[in-house]
Nanobody, 124 residues
């Protein structure tokens, strides 16, 4: 079993930055691919970014490419999402997820463990 706890969300003006953290407990963190997803009101959950077990493979949604960076610290069992140049359309609840594979995926259904989410609100 893996428990995931996100933090770092909040209210920020357009153009600003936030760094989300996701602390994992339970099984060996380094064996899991990690992903970030988000869900805005009235919309489906969508992929944001994913990182493989060693950080060698990273994927980004086109909408965040060049602005967001996923990284992980296996020693701290933590994955991060650095978000720069934020836009109002980035407003959503952000979730981290763990996949029981070292290969990252952009599909939410392939992630077994999920955090409770953290709200990010970007004002215009």
């Amino acid at each position: 079993q893996v428990q995931l706890v996100e933090s770092g969300g909040g209210l920020v003006q357009a153009g600003g930055s936030l760094r989300l953290s996701c602390a994992a407990s339970g099984r060996t963190f380094s064996n899991y691919a990690m992903g970030w997803f988000r869900q805005a009101p009235g919309k489906e959950r969508e992929f944001v970014a994913a990182d493989g077990w060693s950080g060698g493979s990273t994927y980004y949604a086109d909408s965040v490419k060049g602005r967001f960076t996923i990284s992980r610290d296996n020693a701290k069992n933590t994955v991060y999402l650095q978000m720069n140049s934020l836009k109002p359309e980035d407003t959503a609840v952000y979730y981290c997820a763990a996949r029981t594979s070292r290969v990252p995926s952009m599909r939410a259904l392939e992630y077994r463990y999920w955090g409770q989410g953290t709200q990010v609100t970007v004002s215009s």
